[in-house]
Nanobody, 114 residues
Framework: VQLVESGGGLVQPGGSLSLSCAAS????????MSWYRQAPGKARELVADINNIGGSTNYADSVKGRFTISRDNAKNTVYLQMNSLKPEDTAVYYC????????WGQGTQVTVSS
């Protein structure tokens, strides 16, 4: 099983980033997918999740209206579009797949700073 995140980086406040997570080694279309993040000194928190067919999504209150999670089951990839970024969005962002078990990616750093 592999989950490989990409797209992180440094962006100014108010900017946008798009994260991708490429999955392999399991039946992607059967798994719910999530994005989590962990800021220094803080617990890992759920950012957004999406059901296996992409028909239902859920967001943390702190990102509602700014972030959008989506998936392409044909490409075994889940995305996180992040707009209107704030310094408090700075964290390592992790992709996760879950059904009866949970798998994690290695994370990608997102830094929002001027």
């Amino acid at each position: 099983v592999q989950l490989v995140e990409s797209g992180g980086g440094l962006v100014q406040p108010g900017g946008s980033l798009s994260l991708s997570c490429a999955a392999s080694g399991f039946t992607f279309s059967s798994y719910f997918m999530s994005w989590y993040r962990q800021a220094p000194g803080k617990a890992r928190e759920l950012v957004a999740d999406i059901n296996n067919i992409g028909g239902s999504t859920n967001y943390a209150d702190s990102v509602k209206g700014r972030f959008t999670i989506s998936r392409d089951n044909a490409k075994n990839t889940v995305y996180l579009q992040m707009n209107s970024l704030k310094p408090e969005d700075t964290a390592v962002y992790y992709c996760s797949a879950h059904r009866l078990v949970r798998y994690w990616g290695q994370g990608t750093q997102v830094t929002v700073s001027s």
